[in-house]
């Protein structure tokens, strides 16, 4: 039983990681102007496919 707890716990924190830096990376890719987005080959319809692979590993 304590050990179930424990997994779930610890799937908690895997989920609430990856979507900090799922948000992270989004906030900081909509900062940047559409120039400079350009000058990393991204497009601003890109920003959340990019920001969920950083974080997820894989498109949606």
Do not use: F, P
Not at 2 to 25: D, V
Not at 39 to 48: S, W, Y
């Amino acid at each position: 039983m304590l050990e179930t707890a424990i997994n779930i716990l610890n799937n908690a924190a895997q989920r609430h990681k990856k979507r900090r830096l799922y948000k992270s990376t989004y906030e900081e890719l909509r900062s940047l102007s559409g120039r400079e987005l350009a000058d990393l080959g991204i497009h601003a319809t890109e920003i959340k496919r990019i920001s969920w692979e950083v974080a997820y590993g894989t498109s949606k």
